[in-house]
């Protein structure tokens, strides 16, 4: 089945320092999601990507899509605390009927 | 307000004592899933939902049975649970295939 890999694991970084977390997929997607998991939270949406190629910015998060719909990226900009939390690509599969989840990112940020 | 609710949000319990999480939505959404979570392995999917009387096994199912009979509600039902089955669990629904996905607060459950 489809596989979704998330690097890396962990990640620690001073405050005001960039972040980056990748996705690779073992299948091409259709869209890609991700969202922030705060500790103690659930999960919460933060952006869908459907193009080839797309680049979206939200503030200081800006989402990549690759251009073989393969993987894609979130980086952060300056890191503040409050972007303290696991992040995670989610991409369908199994007829978009299922949404597989990559193991996340845990970014830690020192004041 | 919008939201998707889980009971209990915690939950100690023994080896093969049947237990029954509930979730619901009141979005009026036709998919719902059900997500464990486990240090360094992500969210791995149960079951999910399509639909009322709709289900299907997603990557890690054993153990685990769903109903869908009304389009609110999705519980997760452990027939005996085992220690293995200690996990965070999360359940979550969507309007459909491509949109975003809401989560639950989360059931912490420990099988002893």
């Known amino acids: 089945g489809q596989q979704v890999m998330q690097i890396p694991q962990y990640q620690h970084v001073q405050e005001g320092e960039d972040f980056t977390t990748y996705c690779n997929s073992s299948t091409t997607l259709s869209n890609i999601q991700w969202y922030k998991q705060r500790p103690g939270g659930h999960p919460v949406f933060l952006i869908q990507l459907v193009k080839s190629g797309e680049v979206k910015k939200q503030k200081r998060l800006t989402f990549q899509f690759g251009e073989a719909k393969k993987n894609s990226s979130l980086h952060i900009t300056a890191t503040q605390t409050t972007d303290v939390g696991t992040y995670f690509c989610?991409?369908?599969?199994?007829?978009?009927?299922?949404?597989?989840f990559g193991s996340g990112t845990q970014l830690t940020v020192l004041p | 307000e919008a939201q998707v609710t889980q009971n209990p949000r915690y939950l100690i319990t023994v080896t093969g004592k049947k237990l029954t999480v509930t979730c619901s939505q009141n979005m009026n959404h036709e998919y719902m899933s059900w997500y464990r979570q486990d240090p360094g392995l992500g969210l791995r999917q149960i079951y999910y939902s399509m639909n009322v009387e709709v289900t299907d096994k997603g990557d890690v199912p054993e153990g685990y049975k769903v109903s869908r009979k009304e389009k609110r509600n999705f519980p997760l039902i452990l027939e005996s649970p085992s220690p293995n089955q200690t996990s965070l669990y999360f359940c979550?629904?969507?309007?459909?295939?491509?949109?975003?996905?809401?989560f639950g607060p989360g059931t912490r459950l420990t099988v002893t």
């Open positions: 979550a629904s969507r309007a459909g295939a491509r949109s975003e996905q809401y």
């Open positions: 989610a991409g369908p599969s199994g007829s978009a009927r299922q949404l597989t």
